[in-house]
């Protein structure tokens, strides 16, 4: 059984660029969750898709923009890099949006913006 | 922002003895998790209590919630220095499916 699948696993990106992250679910599961995880702190939530649609977002600014396919896999893109955007960045897959469903993490994408 | 807020930031043991950690939460919720994360990488799902719950246990692990005073407890008896680790809680708020993480709990287990 397949779990929750990223990639690329280390970024190296210039301010400016842009980004994208990649999430596969873990099988069986619809919805993906994507959090920024800054170094020392907890994981932020940035955004959820369900049945290809952003259903929840957390604070984070319009640069942050992600897309669902599908086959439930998930893709997160960022533009305008900022020196503040170096972060691990984690995927979460579940089934269905019941707020008493287990999040499955990915291990991450690091990314290191210059 | 941050929801729960997790106590102490660090913690270090010797293997054998048992790691408690804290958390404290400042909103109703409707369940609260515990994870862990070695090394900067994924997190894993360690327990889930809900609400209307107390108490409860897998294999080494031991999660107690008292929703009047918004707080948590997670209990490693018999630690490892496998168990080294961060320790995260997130709290799931009524309305919406997704976590809110505090800043997590440093253990270091000692051979």
């Known amino acids: 059984d397949a779990g929750v699948t990223q990639s690329p696993t280390h970024l190296i990106k210039t301010r400016g660029q842009q980004v994208t992250l990649r999430c596969s679910p873990k099988?069986?599961?619809?919805?993906v969750s994507w959090y920024q995880q800054a170094l020392g702190q907890g994981p932020q939530f940035i955004f959820q898709y369900y049945e290809e649609e952003e259903r929840q977002r957390g604070n984070f600014p319009d640069r942050f923009s992600g897309h669902q396919f599908p086959n439930y896999s998930s893709e997160l893109n960022v533009n305008a890099l900022l020196l503040g955007d170096s972060a691990l960045y984690l995927c979460?897959?579940?089934?269905?949006?019941?707020?008493?469903?287990?999040?499955?993490f990915g291990p991450g994408t690091r990314l290191l913006v210059l | 922002s941050q929801q729960g807020e997790e106590d102490p930031q660090a913690l270090s043991i010797q293997e054998g003895e048992n790691a408690t950690m804290n958390c404290s939460y400042k909103t109703s919720i409707n369940n609260l998790q515990w994870y862990r994360q070695n090394s900067g990488r994924g997190l894993v799902h360690l327990i889930l209590?809900?609400?209307?719950?107390r108490e409860k246990h897998s294999g080494r692990l031991r999660v107690t919630l008292d929703t009047s005073k918004k707080s948590s407890s997670l209990l490693i008896t018999a630690s490892r220095a496998a168990d080294t680790a961060s320790y995260f809680c997130?709290?799931?708020?009524?309305?919406?499916?997704?976590?809110?993480f505090g800043k997590g709990t440093m253990l270091l287990v000692s051979p």
């Open positions: 099988s069986g599961h619809d919805t």
């Open positions: 979460a897959s579940s089934l269905g949006t019941g707020n008493q469903e287990t999040q499955y």
């Open positions: 209590i809900r609400s209307n719950e």
């Open positions: 997130a709290t799931n708020i009524a309305g919406y499916s997704t976590l809110t």
